[in-house]
């Protein structure tokens, strides 16, 4: 059915919508449903004019299904429709739900860059050619996007609050791309006397942005701005240049200013600069923390200046594209030659049986062979590639090495230098307005905090940390064994050879239609889950199945060798080929402000498991070294406490007596002395660390089955209950932190960190259900974080110089979460631990409770014994 539009012809307000969903369809009426129930409500609390006094429409007038990708077929179909309405109507402001209604209006951006902002139609615009003058555009992410994934529910939020102020004159429209400076000067700096005439103005303090091209071991360039406007560029080649623009800084001692300083201090050694320790700023940093806004540079400076950037992928994607067409060849190439002879093979030995075949066999084609085939046939194979999962791009990599990057090598000089020193330029424009706002928002102390790790990181990235390859050569043949035992029983069982583990569709399929096994939680595409988790219920739920228990152990030792194993030596031997690993952490990436690392991801390392202790012990001290770890103990339950200065928490924690064992009596009515492990502890244990992460009665249902503990979802429940009436002021600190964000959109953390939640008033039950357990979950998850992030800031300002002015080497190497690794020599250790711990339990002001923790060392990961 064709969805026409509907509402006010005389509305003075246009909202275009994508398409319509499968409720519309059936209606016939755009935005009904429960998008339609949720744009009311976005209306309605922003004093927004009701839909009757609003023209409701779509782009596109045809629901073709929730998967189904929109054509410029489909667009040249349904455009008269559009364009009819509008000449019918003629609003003066159009609300575009979505990127392709925007894109449709303001032509090729993104809503990261144009969302909640009011834009001019610009005048190239030829699709609303009857356009009132001055007619605004104004880009809200789709409400249905808010429905379906809560972390884009504030951003509809804002885009809605932001809507109400223009309507009431508070926001002034824009221009698109109007830039300030539309001759902007930028140039390279070839002479000494270059350098020192644009760098006349700097000053102690002054800020200068700074940015680089390339990447660690293959540097390109840097490039400076120290006004808007401007940018300046220095070839990674010019080693005197170079060394004169490091002398001058650590000379003036400017304000530096990055965008991803842990990238750019990196890069910035790479180049041969010496910038440690000199105060800088970090625009991504202000983005994250403000946190509806985007982390991109290229977004950020068209939000806010107004700039129109090129991406690194616009500059070189041609290129880049070309040499992976090249690369891909030579690897089907071989795989042809590997195939036809494998067919010869199969061809003599079928004759010598004594079978009469004249013509060449069809043999089953390797992964690696079907998918270089599928990508060689795509216009983009660069990102079809580097889509494709690990182990396949594993395979590619054995075969001919890695994937050849393009670089502005390959381009003409005039266009790299002007890329390059636009970064530059931006992240000097974008400083005062993002430090505008994080002052605004009461965010200062979080940022000096969150940047004052920062150097401690880096050291982590910087020293990286050893694998013994040979080692994990071993256990890489062990894995591959016990991966062919595995595939050999789950034929077996399945009847299928070609059954595979990895496939949720096959493994649902197996579970639920061919043994006929509960679903116990739905996929968004409307099949039983098979994730971790449930698999682990399910194995310990129904014992008489194990191939539960072998569909498990397949993915996770498949994971471990694919993932991890087989990777590492790839990794070591990167930049700076020292032997070691060093990978790349972010601090932008989760909410709460915890670490991320990337390349590989450190923080995802096997705890448990058959090989788990095999893994660890392939990580290793340097000779006359050792491995020195410290684990923060209970944090988020004392943060908790802290939180919500329950009397039953703090007493606990403050007298050492067990929580666990008081929860358990709650629950059970047993005294500690005569409780047991699994009966009572394991379930007490599981909701005490379960009410931080504001687990439902469903997901302590799921992990109390995973451990043998039979609980449905009613006992999981009444189990809660029962412990949120022991802690009372838990439950009193939930409903303040819910009233907290229903009041002010966000909650604020114990750093002064805010995390918005955009679903609290969400009228989908889910929804807001989700809302309300962020709410107060965020803060007690932040607070490990905030004593974590005090930790390393002392650490590095206090511990690590006393060992370093001795020329002793100590050296932190990762954080898991609530842990510290270093790397020391071994006469040190005992030293070193009196220090961390000193640094690791020094209580915050006005903190509740004493923080405690268990450091051990040895001379790798697995084999480490108490201090």
């Not at 041969?272 to 105060?279: N, T, V, W």
């Not at 039979?710 to 029962?722: F, K, P, S, V």
């Amino acid at each position: 059915m064709r969805v026409s539009g509907f509402g006010d012809h005389h509305a003075e307000i246009a909202i275009v919508g994508e398409a319509p969903g499968w409720q519309e369809d059936k209606t016939g009426r755009p935005f009904v449903g429960k998008t339609g129930d949720e744009l009311d409500r976005l209306l309605n609390t922003n004093n927004l004019p009701p839909r009757h006094k609003l023209w409701l429409t779509n782009l596109y007038r045809e629901y073709q299904g929730k998967d189904y990708v929109y054509t410029t077929q489909d667009l040249e179909r349904d455009e008269p429709f559009l364009l009819k309405e509008l000449q019918d109507v003629l609003p003066s402001v159009i609300v575009t739900l979505g990127r392709h209604a925007t894109r449709y209006f303001l032509g090729d951006v993104d809503m990261d860059s144009t969302q909640g902002i009011p834009w001019y139609l610009p005048g190239s615009c030829h699709v609303y050619p009857c356009a009132p003058a001055r007619t605004v555009v104004f880009p809200i992410i789709h409400p249905a996007a808010g429905l379906h994934n809560s972390e884009m529910s504030p951003y509809v939020v804002s885009g809605f609050q932001q809507l109400a102020s223009f309507l009431a004159g508070k926001l002034e429209p824009r221009i698109l791309f109007n830039d300030p400076y539309p001759e902007p000067i930028y140039e390279e700096i070839t002479t000494e006397a270059q350098l020192q005439s644009r760098l006349q103005g700097l000053q102690t303090g002054t800020p200068l942005s700074l940015d680089t091209e390339g990447w660690p071991g293959c540097p390109w360039s840097v490039q400076f701005s120290l006004e808007p406007g401007t940018g300046f560029l220095i070839r990674a080649t010019a080693h005197g240049l170079l060394r004169q623009f490091s002398d001058l800084i650590r000379r003036v001692q400017p304000q530096l200013v990055y965008h991803s300083a842990l990238h750019d201090l990196g890069m910035s050694r790479s180049l041969g600069l010496d910038l440690d320790g000199i105060a800088f700023d970090d625009t991504m940093v202000m983005a994250y923390l403000l946190q509806i806004e985007p982390q991109g540079l290229k977004a950020s400076c068209l939000r806010y200046c107004n700039m129109k950037m090129s991406s690194y992928q616009d500059i070189v994607g041609d290129i880049g594209n070309e040499l992976a067409r090249d690369y891909l060849v030579w690897i089907l190439d071989a795989e042809v030659v590997e195939y036809e002879e494998a067919q010869q093979e199969e061809f003599d030995r079928q004759r010598a049986a004594g079978r009469r075949i004249k013509v060449l066999p069809t043999l089953p084609k390797t992964p690696l062979h079907k998918v270089v085939t599928r990508v060689l046939q795509s216009k983009r194979p660069r990102e079809l590639w580097e889509d494709q999962v690990e182990d396949i791009q594993v395979a590619g990599c054995h075969r001919l090495g890695p994937l050849p990057d393009a670089t502005l090598d390959h381009i003409s000089p005039t266009v790299a230098i002007h890329y390059g020193c636009r970064d530059a330029d931006g992240t000097q424009r974008l400083r005062p307005e993002y430090r505008k706002r994080i002052d605004a928002m009461g965010l200062r102390g979080v940022y000096e905090l969150e940047l004052g790790t920062y150097p401690f990181i880096d050291r982590m990235q910087r020293i990286g940390i050893k694998p013994d390859l040979e080692h994990f050569a071993e256990l890489s043949t062990l894995l591959q064994y016990e991966i062919e035992s595995l595939q050999t029983i789950l034929a077996r069982d399945t009847g299928s050879a070609s059954f595979n583990a990895n496939s949720g569709d096959q493994v649902a399929a197996y579970l639920f239609s061919t043994l006929g096994l509960d679903e116990l939680k739905m996929t968004k595409g409307g099949r039983g889950s098979t994730n971790d988790k449930i698999l682990e219920a399910l194995e310990h739920e129904h014992p008489e199945y194990p191939i539960v228990s072998t569909i498990r152990e397949y993915r996770e030792v498949y994971k471990l060798k694919h993932t991890f194993v087989d990777r590492l030596p790839d990794f070591v031997r990167r930049w700076p080929m020292d032997g070691r690993i060093h990978a790349t952490f972010r601090t932008t990436t989760v909410v709460t402000g915890r670490l991320a690392s990337s390349a590989p991801n450190l923080l995802a390392q096997p705890e448990h498991g058959k090989f788990a202790t095999d893994f660890k012990r392939g990580w290793v001290a340097e000779e006359g070294h050792v491995l020195c770890q410290w684990d923060q103990s209970m944090i988020e339950l004392r943060g908790l406490a802290h939180l919500s200065q329950d009397p039953v928490m703090l007493r606990a924690f403050r007298e050492g007596t067990d929580l666990h064992a008081a929860t358990a009596e709650r629950i059970f009515g047993v005294k500690p002395k005569d409780q047991d492990k699994s009966k009572h502890r394991l379930p007490a244990k599981a909701i005490n660390f379960g009410i931080p992460m504001g687990m439902t009665c469903h997901g302590l249902s799921v992990e109390l089955r995973k451990n043998g503990v039979g609980a449905d979802e009613e006992t999981a429940q009444r189990w809660l209950d029962e412990t949120l009436g022991l802690y009372q002021g838990v439950a009193a600190y939930m409903e303040q932190r819910k009233d907290e964000a229903r009041r002010n959109g966000f909650v604020r953390c114990l750093s002064g960190r805010i995390r918005y939640i955009g679903g609290i008033r969400s009228r989908d039950d889910r929804i807001r259900e989700e809302a309300e357990r962020f709410a107060f979950s965020t803060p007690i998850q932040e607070s490990a974080t905030w004593i974590m992030k005090q930790a390393e800031a002392t650490i590095w300002q206090e511990v690590l110089p006393y060992f370093w002015k001795r020329g002793q080497w100590v050296e932190p190497l990762l954080q898991v979460h609530d842990s510290l690794l270093f790397e020391c020599e071994a006469h040190l250790a005992q030293e070193l631990h009196l220090l961390i711990k000193c640094a690791m339990t020094e209580v915050p002001k006005s903190f509740s409770v004493p923080l405690a923790i268990e450091g051990e060392y040895g001379k790798n990961r697995a084999d480490m014994a108490p201090f």
